[in-house]
């Protein structure tokens, strides 16, 4: 199982990311400062932490120095939209950057990517009878390739990563296609119809009034 | 056209002109000096021969003059003065030359001029490229004298003269233009010292100044210049200090703004995503819950800040014991939650200022040290009349300030504890408000405190200095002493 270090001194956000992390699957611990969050590190191994910038005791930048001598991929948090702490922060060497507030699918999207980056993710991902190998990129089931186009297989993996998760058509846009949804487009719903029908997923991947999909298992 | 060279171009011209007048003028004076005198000296041959002439022709008898050439009797007495090229003709009335030395002529109309009176006259005419002065007399015999001498050499010497000043009148005006260029812009070099600086300062080198040692208006306007560059790095700093406080009360704004968004965002967001227990359910609409709470905690503070911060502020006299007692009857709720006693002890006394400000500002102060204090302890508010003022003090025996926090507590969402100020409810703007209140009020305060020891934040406000007001201190000192110091009212909120 994949451990997670969420490093946040605001209880509730650090509370928010553990609910939906652990939903999503992964193990989580939370450091409400700096310092505890150094001796987490020190004392048990992570896959990935997720780091808070404005910190008490030891600052967000400290900590990301501290956790480069053991080699753990880093995602920080930052409220301020100041452009020079993002580059700062890269610099550092932290793998990415969310900027508060952020939406929940944008979190377990970074979160998963920096993951895959680091092959802490199975290479192998399975959905009833269809194996998805996402290193080639690669889609079969029962044995035959079904050949995607680049947007159907980002929406199936996206589908893949929200279990029983309803996903909003301006989020599944945001995340597939990028840029602003502007909530009249047909664009999602003929990409999900054909997806549904190329993998078999009719029962499966269903629609929400209103609202969009669900991959239900 | 840089000032020295107008200088230049202005002085070196009126030099010239001057010289030009002053030296033409002599030369001319001159001239005619020496003219004048070779005329002079001219009469007087003429005057000399004719004197001789007639004393010769006096002396001897008509026949002994017939008998005589004229030429002999003229060379008794006068013999030609080889130096000078002239001559000396006699001639009668009928204009029939008697005598002459020399065949010079020249032409002239003197002796149409010659009157009974006037028998004498001269004239200054050419011959053989020549200037001569002619001088013609009648003697008593009725016959002309006329002698010309010869005046070039008074032109030659004038022409040479004039030669001499023109190359002088060069030489001086190319010396002259030199000296005047020079010094022009010595003096200028101050004003160009000057604008060096000024376009420096201009390009941003706030440091720059003028140093000139004269006392002359440059001077005077080098030191202006400098004062002004003081008074605006001066300025400068204070705006960028401003800018960079707000630059960071902006910053911190934007963090205190987004830190419960991002709650309230991400909580919907789940909510409307997932299905989730009940308890789920629940705890995510609490939070949303608080964090909309502190939001709305935060624009009420942000609120009461710009009002406090835009404020004109009417000073009137309020009694500091009823303000004071008021201030414990609006906290006495919260207080009373957490069995906290508030004891308020007044002195007589008058505060200057406005009303709600300073409620605000005791308010706030009483919540803060609500929050920093324990179930059951106590906070004291206590009003002291001093002799130029009014001193209220608020102590609690809460967990206390460590000192090096002490120093930043009035700084915009700075929270020494942000952990426990959020669940108490605090945006980190409280003291920065009552810093501002205190502000307006010109009135003073100090914190002291020990971890563990509780906080005394000490507000000292100073009567407005008014003749006016004197009979009133008076009265209130007279009335404290009728009734001892220690008169205070106890009063308990709980």
């Known amino acids: ?217 | 056209m840089r000032l020295s060279w107008k200088l230049f171009f202005i002085t070196t011209p009126i030099f010239v002109l001057f010289l030009t007048f002053f030296g033409t003028w002599i030369i001319q004076d001159s001239l005619q000096n020496s003219l004048d005198q070779e005329i002079e000296r001219c009469m007087l041959e003429n005057q000399t021969f004719q004197s001789s002439y007639e004393l010769t022709r006096n002396a001897l008898s008509g026949e002994q003059w017939e008998q005589l050439t004229i030429d002999k009797a003229v060379a008794s007495f006068y013999r030609r003065d080889v130096g000078r090229s002239g001559s000396m003709r006699i001639y009668d009335a009928r204009g029939e030359v008697l005598y002459q030395d020399n065949a010079l002529r020249v032409e002239h109309e003197i002796r149409e001029q010659l009157t009974e009176e006037q028998n004498v006259g001269y004239e200054i005419g050419q011959a053989q490229e020549q200037t001569f002065v002619v001088v013609l007399c009648r003697s008593s015999f009725g016959d002309y004298i006329e002698t010309t001498r010869s005046i070039s050499g008074v032109y030659e010497k004038w022409d040479e003269l004039y030669a001499r000043y023109r190359a002088g009148v060069l030489l001086l005006t190319v010396l002259a233009g030199g000296v005047i260029l020079g010094l022009s812009f010595f003096m200028t070099r101050n004003m160009q010292k000057l604008s060096r600086a000024t376009r420096q300062f201009a390009q941003g080198q706030y440091d720059v100044r003028v140093k000139i040692d004269s006392r002359d208006e440059i001077g005077r306007l080098a030191d202006d210049f400098n004062w002004m560059a003081d008074a605006m790095k001066r300025q400068m700093e204070q705006l960028q200090g401003d800018v960079h406080r707000q630059e960071e009360f902006t910053a911190a704004f934007a963090h205190e703004l987004k830190t419960p968004l991002t709650s309230i965002i991400g909580y919907a967001d789940t909510i409307r995503q997932m299905e989730l227990s009940k308890e789920e359910t629940d705890m995510c609409a609490d939070y949303i819950y608080r964090q909309g709470k502190r939001l709305q905690t935060l624009s009420y503070k942000l609120l009461e800040m710009t009002m406090a911060g835009k404020q004109e502020i009417v000073r009137r006299e309020i009694l500091a014991r009823e303000l004071l007692e008021e201030v414990a009857q609006v906290a006495g709720a919260a207080l009373q939650e957490k069995q906290i006693s508030l004891y308020v002890q007044a002195e007589e006394g008058m505060l200057f200022g406005d009303r709600d400000l300073l409620m605000s500002l005791f308010l706030n102060l009483v919540d803060n040290a609500r929050k920093a204090s324990e179930q059951g302890s106590s906070i004291w508010v206590t009003g002291q009349a001093q002799y130029d003022g009014y001193q209220i003090t608020v102590a609690d025996e809460g967990r206390g300030i460590a000192p090096e926090e002490l120093a930043r507590i009035t700084e915009a969402f700075y929270m020494v504890d942000k952990s426990r100020a959020r669940k108490e409810g605090g945006a980190g703007l409280g003291l920065a408000l009552c810093q501002k209140i205190v502000d307006l009020h010109q009135a003073v305060w100090r914190f002291e405190s020990e971890p563990g020891q509780g906080l005394r934040v000490t507000v000292l406000f100073y009567n407005p200095v008014r003749p006016a007001r004197r009979p009133v201190r008076l009265r209130e000192r007279e009335e404290r002493q009728r009734r001892g110091r220690t008169a205070g009212r106890r009063r308990e909120a709980v």
Not at chain 1, 109 to 135: G, H, M, N, P, S
Not at chain 1, 141 to 168: C, M, P, S
Request: proline share 2%.
């Open chain 1, 1 to 217: 199982m994949i451990k997670i270090l969420i490093v946040e001194d605001e209880e509730p956000i650090a509370n928010l990311i553990r609910m939906n992390l652990g939903k999503a699957g992964y193990q989580c611990e939370i450091a409400a400062d700096g310092e505890a969050a150094a001796d987490a590190i020190a004392e048990r191994p992570f896959d990935l932490i997720l780091l808070d910038i404005m910190l008490p005791k030891l600052n967000g930048y400290e900590v990301l120095e501290y956790a480069k001598t053991v080699d753990v991929p880093v995602i920080f948090l930052t409220a301020m939209g100041d452009t020079q702490q993002k580059v700062k922060g890269l610099k550092l060497g932290a793998e990415d950057y969310i900027a508060k507030p952020f939406e929940i699918a944008e979190l377990l999207a970074r979160v998963e990517t920096v993951l895959r980056r680091y092959r802490k993710t199975e290479r192998q991902l399975r959905l009833f009878d269809i194996e998805i190998d996402t290193d080639s990129r690669t889609v079969t089931q029962k044995g035959h390739q079904v050949d995607l186009t680049t947007k159907e297989y980002e929406l199936l993996l996206l589908f893949l990563r929200n279990k029983n998760r309803a996903l909003y058509r301006e989020t599944i846009y945001e995340n597939v296609w990028g840029g602003e949804y502007n909530g009249t487009g047909r664009t999602v719903d003929l990409h999900v119809q054909r997806l549904k029908k190329k993998l078999g997923l009719e029962e499966h991947i269903v629609a929400i009034y209103k609202v969009g999909y669900r991959l239900e298992c």
